[in-house]
Nanobody
Framework: QVQLVESGGGLVQAGGSLRLSCAAS????????MGWFRQAPGKEREFVAA????????KYTDSVKERFTISRDNVKNTVYLQMNSLKPEDTAVYYC???????????????????WGQGTQVTVSS
């Protein structure tokens, strides 16, 4: 069983930065697609960013393009989300997810992901 543990969330003022980490255990995910999703209270979980397992192709939702960067360190079996120029609208619980069988492409669909972390809270104040 794969376990994903997010960390790095916290409280930050608008315009600030945070780096989220997602540490995976249970198996090596170097060839798996990895994604970040977020969910605000009372709202549905939405796609944020994803990275492929082979060529490290990335994809972002429009609202975070040019501000967020997803990356991975396969030696550490860890995925990161660097978040810059944070806005109050970015406030949410951020979840890491693994698409274990997708090696060459990325997906934005929650149903395609096989494992999920517990989430880390990101709060951006005005």
């Amino acid at each position: 069983q794969v376990q994903l543990v997010e960390s790095g969330g916290g409280l930050v003022q608008a315009g600030g930065s945070l780096r989220l980490s997602c540490a995976a255990s249970g198996r090596t995910l170097s060839t798996s697609g990895m994604g970040w999703f977020r969910q605000a209270p009372g709202k549905e979980r939405e796609f944020v960013a994803a990275i492929s397992g082979t060529e490290r192709t990335t994809k972002y939702t429009d609202s975070v393009k040019e501000r967020f960067t997803i990356s991975r360190d396969n030696v550490k079996n860890t995925v990161y989300l660097q978040m810059n120029s944070l806005k109050p609208e970015d406030t949410a619980v951020y979840y890491c997810a693994a698409d274990v069988n997708r090696k060459f492409t990325v997906t934005t669909t929650t149903a395609e992901y096989d494992y999920w972390g517990q989430g880390t809270q990101v709060t951006v104040s005005s």
